[in-house]
């Protein structure tokens, strides 16, 4: 049972457009959600992050909104930019028993057309 | 600081054949972890550990061991290596003292397994 979903494999976005990737979870124990953005052969990069007790955090072009009764989160990018092109992986946490581990989604592969 | 390394970047092996794949980190991270990324899917956890001497199993440990006798490095060994253990390797770290919770990752190893 995977237990943090990205139901979109892919997405393509024009540029200068909002990109709007979305992301499920099933586990009501995770308090901490992530997002991790990984160029080919490299590792993932950490991107932004949300506590459960916020609905909405914002860096710059990136912004998570959590909906916990609907167990859904969503990170969107305004404007899309070429550079944006990567896979997006959605990780979800539990604080507590962090030890520095998530568990990831199967990521989505967003491409940014010029 | 050179953040996470992992070595090799590289490694084909025989079925049956033993390995270790390195990693190490510089941020005097308390958390570590390795993970598994196969074609299409996200990162599943093999093992993590809270500190040194404190190893614990993940989703997919089978076929693996690892052990922690610095806080710098976390080797992973493959006991006997098998065609499904084919797949990219990524190493993480992670400190509690770190308020995003964010893991560090390396670059990856890509194993072949014939």
């Known amino acids: 049972d995977q237990q943090v979903k990205q139901n979109s494999p892919s997405l393509s976005v024009q540029e200068g457009r909002i990109s709007i990737l979305n992301c499920d979870y099933t586990?009501?124990?995770?308090?901490?959600f992530l997002w991790y953005k990984k160029y080919p052969a490299e590792g993932p990069t950490f991107l932004i992050s949300i506590s459960s007790i916020k609905d909405k955090n914002e860096d710059g072009r990136f912004t998570v909104f959590l909906n916990k009764s609907a167990k859904h989160l969503s990170l969107h990018i305004v404007p899309s930019q070429p550079g944006d092109s990567a896979v997006y992986f959605c990780?979800?946490?539990?604080?507590?028993?962090?030890?520095?581990?998530?568990?990831f989604g199967d990521g989505t592969t967003l491409t940014v057309k010029p | 600081n050179a953040g996470v390394t992992q070595t090799p970047k590289f490694q084909v092996l025989k079925t049956g054949q033993s390995m270790t794949l390195q990693c190490a980190q510089d941020?005097?991270?308390?958390?570590m972890s390795w993970y598994r990324q196969d074609p299409g899917m996200g990162l599943r956890l093999i093992h993590y550990s809270v500190g040194a001497g404190i190893t614990d199993q993940g989703e997919v440990p089978n076929g693996y061991n690892v052990s922690r006798s610095t806080t710098e490095d976390f080797p992973l060994r493959l006991l006997s290596a098998a065609p499904s253990q084919t797949s990219v390797y990524f190493c993480?770290?992670?400190?509690?003292?770190?308020?995003?919770?964010?893991?560090?990752f390396g670059p990856g190893t890509r194993l072949t397994v014939t």
């Open positions: 941020m005097n991270h308390e958390y």
């Open positions: 586990n009501s124990m995770f308090d901490y």
């Open positions: 990780a979800a946490s539990r604080r507590n028993t962090n030890a520095g581990k998530s568990t």
């Open positions: 993480a770290s992670s400190s509690d003292m770190d308020r995003s919770y964010e893991q560090y």
